[in-house]
Protein backbone atom coordinates (compact mmCIF):
# COMPACT_ATOMS: atom_id res chain seq x y z
CA UNK A 1 0.00 0.00 0.00
CA UNK A 2 1.67 3.32 -1.04
CA UNK A 3 1.65 5.77 1.06
CA UNK A 4 2.94 8.49 -0.95
CA UNK A 5 1.66 8.63 -4.26
CA UNK A 6 2.81 10.29 -7.30
CA UNK A 7 -0.01 9.67 -10.04
CA UNK A 8 1.88 11.22 -12.76
CA UNK A 9 4.79 9.47 -13.89
CA UNK A 10 5.75 12.26 -16.84
CA UNK A 11 5.06 15.82 -17.55
CA UNK A 12 6.35 18.34 -20.19
CA UNK A 13 6.16 21.39 -19.68
CA UNK A 14 7.81 24.75 -22.20
CA UNK A 15 10.78 26.60 -21.19
CA UNK A 16 9.49 29.56 -19.21
CA UNK A 17 6.14 28.10 -17.97
CA UNK A 18 4.99 26.75 -14.47
CA UNK A 19 6.18 23.13 -13.89
CA UNK A 20 3.23 21.77 -11.16
CA UNK A 21 4.16 18.17 -9.59
CA UNK A 22 1.64 16.95 -7.54
CA UNK A 23 2.12 14.60 -4.44
CA UNK A 24 -0.78 12.65 -2.37
CA UNK A 25 -0.46 10.78 0.75
CA UNK A 26 -2.67 8.64 3.00
CA UNK A 27 -1.01 8.66 6.67
CA UNK A 28 -1.84 11.76 8.36
CA UNK A 29 0.77 11.22 10.94
CA UNK A 30 3.35 12.54 8.43
CA UNK A 31 4.22 15.68 9.50
CA UNK A 32 7.52 16.72 7.12
CA UNK A 33 7.36 16.55 3.45
CA UNK A 34 10.11 17.02 0.98
CA UNK A 35 11.01 17.54 -2.80
CA UNK A 36 14.04 15.80 -4.16
CA UNK A 37 15.56 16.12 -7.78
CA UNK A 38 17.43 13.36 -8.99
CA UNK A 39 19.15 12.70 -12.31
CA UNK A 40 20.22 9.66 -14.08
CA UNK A 41 22.56 7.80 -12.19
CA UNK A 42 22.93 9.86 -9.42
CA UNK A 43 21.83 10.03 -5.85
CA UNK A 44 18.77 12.06 -5.22
CA UNK A 45 19.48 15.84 -4.08
CA UNK A 46 17.12 17.65 -1.85
CA UNK A 47 15.08 20.66 -3.16
CA UNK A 48 12.75 22.10 -0.54
CA UNK A 49 10.50 20.74 2.61
CA UNK A 50 7.87 21.76 4.17
CA UNK A 51 6.25 21.16 7.78
CA UNK A 52 2.63 20.38 8.49
CA UNK A 53 2.59 23.44 10.15
CA UNK A 54 3.07 25.21 7.27
CA UNK A 55 0.76 25.68 3.94
CA UNK A 56 3.57 27.21 1.92
CA UNK A 57 7.55 27.56 1.70
CA UNK A 58 8.87 29.30 -0.98
CA UNK A 59 12.99 29.57 -2.32
CA UNK A 60 13.29 31.24 -4.99
CA UNK A 61 11.97 29.65 -8.02
CA UNK A 62 10.37 26.49 -5.88
CA UNK A 63 7.53 26.96 -4.17
CA UNK A 64 5.59 23.80 -2.11
CA UNK A 65 2.63 23.98 -1.03
CA UNK A 66 0.69 21.54 1.00
CA UNK A 67 -2.97 20.85 1.66
CA UNK A 68 -2.86 19.12 4.57
CA UNK A 69 -7.27 18.28 4.45
CA UNK A 70 -6.57 16.97 1.33
CA UNK A 71 -3.25 15.51 1.99
CA UNK A 72 -1.98 16.86 -1.11
CA UNK A 73 1.07 18.81 -1.56
CA UNK A 74 2.48 20.65 -5.21
CA UNK A 75 5.59 21.67 -6.13
CA UNK A 76 5.86 24.39 -7.98
CA UNK A 77 8.31 25.61 -10.75
CA UNK A 78 8.61 29.21 -11.84
CA UNK A 79 10.00 29.51 -14.21
CA UNK A 80 11.18 26.49 -15.61
CA UNK A 81 13.99 25.40 -17.48
CA UNK A 82 16.17 23.02 -19.34
CA UNK A 83 18.10 22.16 -16.70
CA UNK A 84 15.31 21.73 -14.21
CA UNK A 85 14.49 18.00 -16.28
CA UNK A 86 14.82 15.18 -13.94
CA UNK A 87 13.02 13.18 -12.13
CA UNK A 88 11.04 14.61 -8.69
CA UNK A 89 10.63 12.92 -5.44
CA UNK A 90 7.73 13.56 -3.05
CA UNK A 91 8.65 12.00 0.11
CA UNK A 92 7.33 12.17 3.58
CA UNK A 93 8.42 11.50 7.40
CA UNK A 94 6.86 11.47 10.33
CA UNK A 95 8.75 12.12 13.83
CA UNK A 96 6.72 9.36 15.78
CA UNK A 97 7.52 6.10 17.14
CA UNK A 98 11.35 5.88 16.64
CA UNK A 99 10.66 6.65 12.95
CA UNK A 100 12.08 10.21 13.31
CA UNK A 101 14.07 10.78 9.11
CA UNK A 102 12.56 7.97 8.17
CA UNK A 103 11.46 9.29 4.66
CA UNK A 104 9.17 7.61 2.62
CA UNK A 105 8.96 7.92 -1.51
CA UNK A 106 6.50 8.26 -3.97
CA UNK A 107 7.57 6.58 -7.36
CA UNK A 108 8.36 9.69 -8.82
CA UNK A 109 7.48 12.46 -11.67
CA UNK A 110 9.84 12.75 -15.20
CA UNK A 111 9.90 16.17 -16.02
CA UNK A 112 11.02 17.49 -19.31
CA UNK A 113 10.93 21.37 -19.65
CA UNK A 114 11.32 21.68 -23.58
CA UNK A 115 13.18 25.06 -25.17
CA UNK B 1 30.68 19.70 5.32
CA UNK B 2 29.55 16.53 5.12
CA UNK B 3 30.45 14.13 2.79
CA UNK B 4 28.89 10.52 1.74
CA UNK B 5 30.79 7.99 -0.22
CA UNK B 6 29.20 5.38 -1.65
CA UNK B 7 31.10 2.70 -4.56
CA UNK B 8 31.46 1.18 -6.55
CA UNK B 9 30.03 2.78 -8.64
CA UNK B 10 28.38 0.33 -10.84
CA UNK B 11 28.94 -4.03 -10.22
CA UNK B 12 28.22 -6.32 -12.64
CA UNK B 13 27.29 -9.76 -10.88
CA UNK B 14 26.66 -13.47 -11.54
CA UNK B 15 23.40 -14.77 -9.71
CA UNK B 16 24.63 -17.00 -7.08
CA UNK B 17 27.32 -14.95 -6.09
CA UNK B 18 27.83 -12.33 -3.08
CA UNK B 19 27.67 -8.65 -2.61
CA UNK B 20 29.26 -6.16 -0.31
CA UNK B 21 28.26 -2.61 -0.92
CA UNK B 22 30.30 -0.08 1.31
CA UNK B 23 28.75 3.52 2.53
CA UNK B 24 31.39 6.01 4.73
CA UNK B 25 29.80 9.30 5.69
CA UNK B 26 32.55 11.77 7.06
CA UNK B 27 32.15 15.13 8.82
CA UNK B 28 29.32 13.99 11.23
CA UNK B 29 28.71 11.69 14.22
CA UNK B 30 25.79 9.51 15.14
CA UNK B 31 23.95 9.87 11.94
CA UNK B 32 20.89 7.64 10.82
CA UNK B 33 22.36 5.96 7.74
CA UNK B 34 19.87 4.38 5.41
CA UNK B 35 20.27 2.00 2.13
CA UNK B 36 17.50 2.72 -0.85
CA UNK B 37 16.87 0.75 -3.72
CA UNK B 38 15.61 2.50 -6.86
CA UNK B 39 13.23 -0.05 -9.03
CA UNK B 40 11.75 0.53 -11.80
CA UNK B 41 8.06 1.90 -11.46
CA UNK B 42 8.48 1.84 -7.66
CA UNK B 43 10.22 4.83 -6.45
CA UNK B 44 12.87 4.98 -4.03
CA UNK B 45 12.07 1.64 -1.35
CA UNK B 46 13.50 1.76 1.96
CA UNK B 47 15.79 -1.07 2.62
CA UNK B 48 17.62 -0.73 5.87
CA UNK B 49 18.11 2.09 8.31
CA UNK B 50 20.05 2.35 11.49
CA UNK B 51 20.33 4.57 14.17
CA UNK B 52 23.49 3.66 15.92
CA UNK B 53 26.28 0.81 15.80
CA UNK B 54 24.89 -2.68 15.48
CA UNK B 55 21.37 -1.39 14.86
CA UNK B 56 19.83 -2.60 12.09
CA UNK B 57 15.69 -1.96 11.02
CA UNK B 58 14.77 -3.81 7.97
CA UNK B 59 11.73 -1.99 6.27
CA UNK B 60 10.82 -5.09 3.60
CA UNK B 61 12.17 -8.92 4.04
CA UNK B 62 14.41 -9.81 0.77
CA UNK B 63 17.54 -11.33 0.28
CA UNK B 64 20.16 -8.74 1.43
CA UNK B 65 21.41 -7.58 4.61
CA UNK B 66 23.01 -4.73 6.62
CA UNK B 67 25.38 -4.20 8.94
CA UNK B 68 27.09 -1.33 10.67
CA UNK B 69 30.38 -1.92 11.72
CA UNK B 70 31.35 1.68 12.58
CA UNK B 71 29.82 5.18 13.60
CA UNK B 72 29.73 6.17 10.48
CA UNK B 73 29.93 2.90 7.83
CA UNK B 74 27.26 1.10 6.31
CA UNK B 75 27.10 -2.03 4.47
CA UNK B 76 24.87 -3.69 2.02
CA UNK B 77 25.37 -7.28 1.76
CA UNK B 78 23.83 -10.52 0.29
CA UNK B 79 25.13 -14.47 0.66
CA UNK B 80 23.94 -15.43 -3.01
CA UNK B 81 22.57 -12.84 -5.21
CA UNK B 82 19.14 -13.31 -7.70
CA UNK B 83 18.46 -11.77 -10.41
CA UNK B 84 15.84 -10.09 -9.15
CA UNK B 85 18.35 -8.32 -6.72
CA UNK B 86 19.01 -5.77 -9.26
CA UNK B 87 18.61 -2.36 -9.14
CA UNK B 88 19.94 1.23 -7.78
CA UNK B 89 20.96 1.58 -4.82
CA UNK B 90 21.14 4.33 -2.65
CA UNK B 91 22.74 5.13 0.89
CA UNK B 92 21.95 8.09 2.58
CA UNK B 93 22.32 9.53 5.91
CA UNK B 94 20.43 12.27 7.87
CA UNK B 95 20.65 13.77 11.42
CA UNK B 96 17.79 11.77 12.82
CA UNK B 97 15.94 14.71 14.73
CA UNK B 98 12.65 16.24 13.76
CA UNK B 99 12.54 17.83 10.35
CA UNK B 100 15.57 17.32 8.63
CA UNK B 101 16.55 16.27 5.04
CA UNK B 102 18.47 12.77 3.76
CA UNK B 103 21.43 13.17 2.39
CA UNK B 104 22.27 10.78 -0.45
CA UNK B 105 25.10 8.96 -1.71
CA UNK B 106 25.72 8.55 -5.64
CA UNK B 107 24.26 5.10 -5.95
CA UNK B 108 26.16 1.95 -7.45
CA UNK B 109 23.83 0.67 -10.40
CA UNK B 110 23.71 -3.41 -9.82
CA UNK B 111 23.02 -5.58 -12.75
CA UNK B 112 23.11 -9.67 -11.84
CA UNK B 113 23.37 -11.76 -14.94
Known amino acids: DQQVKQNSPSLSVQEGRISILNCDYT??????FLWYKKYPAEGPTFLISISSIKDKNEDGRFTVFLNKSAKHLSLHIVPSQPGDSAVYFCAASMNYGGSQGNLIFGKGTKLSVKP | SQTIHQWPATLVQPVGSPLSLECTVE??????LYWYRQAAGRGLQLLFYSVGIGQISSEVPQNLSASRPQDRQFILSSKKLLLSDSGFYLC????????????FGQGTRLTVV
Open chain 2, 92 to 103: AWSMGLENTEAF
Open chain 2, 27 to 32: GTSNPN
Open chain 1, 27 to 32: NSMFDY
